[in-house]
């Protein structure tokens, strides 16, 4: 195959796939889901967690601030909603305004997904706690910019996925504040969400800090995302060279799809796509993921707008870079006008190979990295 193949995904074959296994799982589970509804009063993570583990439940939440004194965790078929909120809008990004809100004020980890079918909506998501393994020397944890300690990785998570497949849902879902990141471990759908000042502690850069950070294949979708101090949306690390079986793909057409986002003023990248799939040699790419971007809308991001190093099969598409009004906010551009950095670092990490990108609205950045052989630019 060439190097400057060109990487196709039918969004609209993986979309009709999904909403066909949807329609077969709601319409044999929907009997069996009992609902519980949990009073402002009560403790909301005691509740969860008391579920018996073969019961799917829906967990109705009201309008009012729940404080976690355990990560609450969500088994096979749980789905955790609050009452509907308002909608916003910011350019293509269309986001919930929940009413309930979960409060981590000890937790490492507010909500811990766990099995299969799950759901997450209209819940608010904040305060994860991270934390530093000061027993080790910062010289042996990756990109720690302590003088002591590492982060440990698990930790000031907002939303963990790790421990969920591809059939999870969340929407409209606020997740801010929190010490490491928003999502992580990302699997499923991730849409019609905000996500806002998710890494509070600079032990994590260059670790997990994001919004929404999976090593799966994933869709992110619709999604407000800003003044984020680490990326926005990173794929790092992909797994799929490991063997991952195929109820755990979180796509039914396959790969990573990051389309009609807004990734504003962080501090870092606004999309990344890195180091996919892991240890994956030039050409070798079955199994990998395939990764497309499409229709976001990129500004104001620290490092640059978006990021490909060492990483396959990736396509970028009628994405609008650079300077550029969304809704109503004027946004300046990404950082030394970059709009997208392409990259081989040489190493022993996955060769950069078959990156196709064509049809984005620059607004006078640039994109560097388009004459080397493993990548097309139109």
Request: hydrophobic letters at 35%; a negative charge.
């Given at each position: ?310 990483a396959q099969n990736a396509e970028w598409r009628e994405n609008i870079f650079g300077p550029q009004v969304i809704g109503k906010t004027s946004y300046p551009g990404n950082a030394n006008g970059l709009a997208m950095r392409i990259h081989d670092s040489g190493g ?31």
């Amino acid at each position: 195959m060439s190097h400057k193949t060109k990487l196709v995904i039918s969004t609209t074959l993986a979309t009709a796939a999904f909403l066909l296994a949807c329609a077969t799982l709601f319409s044999s589970a929907d009997a069996e889901v009992r609902s519980l509804n949990i009073s402002c009063s009560e403790d909301v993570d005691a509740k969860i967690n008391s579920d018996p583990q073969d019961t799917a439940t829906r967990f109705v939440l009201q309008a009012c601030t729940y404080e976690v004194s355990e990560p609450a965790i969500l088994k096979d078929g749980d789905e955790l909603v609050g009452p509907e909120g308002k909608i916003a809008e910011e350019g293509p990004a269309i986001y919930g305004k929940p009413k309930a809100r979960l409060v981590g004020g000890t937790v490492d980890q507010v909500i811990s997904a766990n099995g299969s079918n799950i759901t997450i909506e209209w819940v608010d998501i904040s305060g994860a706690k991270g934390e530093i393994d000061y027993s080790k020397p910062s010289s042996s944890c990756p990109a720690s910019p302590l003088p002591s300690g590492c982060p440990v990785v698990g930790t000031g998570v907002g939303i963990n996925m790790g421990s969920a497949d591809g059939t999870a849902v969340v929407q409209y879902v606020n997740v801010h504040d929190n010490d490491a990141a928003g999502i992580a471990n990302a699997a499923g759908r991730i849409t019609h969400s905000h996500f806002t000042k998710n890494t509070n502690l600079n032990a994590f850069l260059g670790v997990n800090a994001s919004a929404i950070k999976g090593i799966r294949e994933f869709e992110a979708a619709f999604n407000y995302v800003h003044d984020e101090q680490g990326n926005g949306i990173w794929h790092d690390h992909s797994l799929s060279t490991e063997g991952n079986v195929p109820e755990m793909s979180s796509n039914p057409g396959g790969g990573t799809w990051v389309h009609d986002n807004v990734t504003v003023d962080s501090e870092r990248w606004g999309i990344r796509y890195e180091y996919a799939p892991r240890d994956a040699q030039e050409g070798d790419h079955l199994p990998t993921p395939t990764f497309l971007a499409e229709d976001n809308r990129i500004a104001a991001n620290g490092y640059g707008g978006a990021s490909v190093v060492d990483a396959q099969n990736a396509e970028w598409r009628e994405n609008i870079f650079g300077p550029q009004v969304i809704g109503k906010t004027s946004y300046p551009g990404n950082a030394n006008g970059l709009a997208m950095r392409i990259h081989d670092s040489g190493g022993s990490r996955t060769d950069l190979w078959n990156i196709y990108v064509h049809d984005n609205t620059l607004n006078g950045e640039t994109i560097t990295g388009c004459s080397l052989p493993a990548v097309t630019c139109l």
